[in-house]
T-cell receptor
Framework: ETGVTQSPTHLIKTRGQQVTLRCSSQSGHNTVSWYQQALGQGPQFIFQYYREEENGRGNFPPRFSGLQFPNYSSELNVNALELDDSALYLC????????????FGPGTRLTVT | AQSVTQLGSHVSVSEGALVLLRCNYSSSVPPYLFWYVQYPNQGLQLLLKYTSAATLVKGINGFEAEFKKSETSFHLTKPSAHMSDAAEYFCAVSVTGNTGKLIFGQGTTLQVKP
């Protein structure tokens, strides 16, 4: 059984640029959630995707957007990067009907300069 | 609205001593509750979960937690700390009935002294 994987591991971007982060779900999982974890904080829910549709969103601006593909992998896109976007971005996958039980990937560390 | 409060941002114990990490929740509906552990530069690993079955929940690595509705608490314990337990611990509550969005506490750093 393959766990949740994320790429890239680390990323450095400049303010105003755009970034795409990628996530592959655990085998058999069809729901993907994204979280932002600022340094020294708990993760904060960005949004969730189920069957390629957004299925709930946290308190994040529209410049945070996502996609889910037919194979259940997912992307997180952030436009017009700001310094405060520097964080660890975590992807979590879960099974339909058990969306509360989420399995996390190792994360992507984004630094915005 | 659901929320989670973890009491104590840092907890230090000696190897072999009892570990107690505190978590209180607020929820207008019966909650699902979780403890996750995060080692440096890694993602979150699920330690244990409460989903309205037994109130005493056993997890991995010898950890357990007890759901106490009257105290709105879900404290994490381990009888004997090991050096490898040093990590960041997060308590989380699930917003049931919809997306399964997890709301996390601020985290508690556990230090284990030899």
């Amino acid at each position: 059984e393959t766990g949740v994987t994320q790429s890239p591991t680390h990323l450095i971007k400049t303010r105003g640029q755009q970034v795409t982060l990628r996530c592959s779900s655990q085998s058999g999982h069809n729901t993907v959630s994204w979280y932002q974890q600022a340094l020294g904080q708990g993760p904060q829910f960005i949004f969730q995707y189920y069957r390629e549709e957004e299925n709930g969103r946290g308190n994040f601006p529209p410049r945070f957007s996502g996609l889910q593909f037919p194979n259940y992998s997912s992307e997180l896109n952030v436009n017009a990067l700001e310094l405060d976007d520097s964080a660890l971005y975590l992807c979590a996958s879960s099974l339909e009907g058990f969306s509360y039980e989420q399995y996390f990937g190792p994360g992507t560390r984004l630094t915005v300069t | 609205a659901q929320s989670v409060t973890q009491l104590g941002s840092h907890v230090s114990v000696s190897e072999g001593a009892l570990v107690l990490l505190r978590c209180n929740y607020s929820s207008s509906v019966p909650p699902y509750l979780f403890w996750y552990v995060q080692y440096p530069n890694q993602g979150l690993q699920l330690l244990l979960k409460y989903t309205s079955a037994a109130t005493l929940v056993k997890g991995i690595n010898g950890f357990e937690a007890e759901f106490k509705k009257s105290e709105t608490s879900f404290h994490l314990t381990k009888p004997s700390a090991h050096m490898s337990d040093a990590a960041e611990y997060f308590c989380a509550v699930s917003v049931t009935g919809n997306t399964g969005k997890l709301i996390f506490g601020q985290g508690t750093t556990l230090q284990v002294k030899p």
